[in-house]
T-cell receptor
Framework: GNSVTQMEGPVTLSEEAFLTINCTYT??????LFWYVQYPGEGLQLLLK?????DKGSNKGFEATYRKETTSFHLEKGSVQVSDSAVYFC??????????FGTGTSLTVIP | GAVVSQHPSRVICKSGTSVKIECRSL??????MFWYRQFPKQSLMLMAT?????????EQGVEKDKFLINHASLTLSTLTVTSAHPEDSSFYIC????????????FGPGTRLLVL
């Protein structure tokens, strides 16, 4: 099947804490993997992506590595800021370039 | 960067009426647009794929007669919720794929529909 599973939230962290949001996928073939972020009141924005195994996507201090052996694409950031508070969605594409999203993980960073 | 707009951003309607939502790519051409539905605290669910000049492809379980999609040009797709009912209340989001741009998609800000 085609699915994306990400850790449930909400997640609350103190500023400068380390963040990990787990994401695993099931797929036939070799999908591309994405993390999207949705800030309050806004639409989804692409945060980072990886298109093949062992690729690392990175942006704004966030990183995720495409692990084919564990079918995972965990999102990490070494030191979160209050401005990182948002909902994060893991997603994958299929052969038709359609997106399938995880359920989203709400992150709140407190000062 | 590429911008996708949606109109209206919020709409309240009476049960039984029809509502049209527009999705526009403002600074690029998009052969393909996608329509998603997002329930509170849930993920985006793909409803249909809209290709310019052809019929939309609907995901399993989505009623094509209920959710009419028209992709009349390379910059505009519309979703019409016909005979809306309270259970159609949701957040509807479109995305547009850049012409010949592969996987890159840009998302609109969404339309909040409330059916009374």
């Amino acid at each position: 099947g085609n699915s994306v599973t990400q850790m449930e939230g909400p997640v609350t962290l103190s500023e400068e804490a380390f963040l990990t949001i787990n994401c695993t996928y099931t797929a036939t073939g070799y999908p591309s993997l994405f993390w999207y972020v949705q800030y309050p009141g806004e639409g989804l924005q692409l945060l980072l992506k990886a298109t093949k195994a062992d690729d690392k996507g990175s942006n704004k201090g966030f990183e995720a590595t495409y692990r084919k052996e564990t079918t995972s694409f965990h999102l990490e950031k070494g030191s979160v800021q209050v401005s990182d508070s948002a909902v994060y969605f893991c997603a994958r594409t299929n052969t038709g370039n359609q997106f399938y999203f995880g359920t989203g993980t709400s992150l709140t960073v407190i000062p | 960067g590429a911008v996708v707009s949606q109109h209206p951003s919020r709409v309240i309607c009476k049960s039984g009426t029809s509502v049209k939502i527009e999705c526009r790519s403002l600074d690029f051409q998009a052969t393909t647009m996608f329509w998603y539905r997002q329930f509170p605290k849930q993920s985006l669910m793909l409803m249909a794929t809209s290709n310019e000049g052809s019929k939309a492809t609907y995901e399993q379980g989505v009623e094509k007669d209920k959710f009419l999609i028209n992709h009349a040009s390379l910059t505009l797709s519309t979703l019409t919720v016909t005979s809306a009912h309270p259970e159609d209340s949701s957040f509807y989001i479109c995305s547009a794929r850049v012409l010949a741009g592969g996987e890159t998609q840009y998302f609109g800000p969404g339309t909040r529909l409330l059916v009374l």
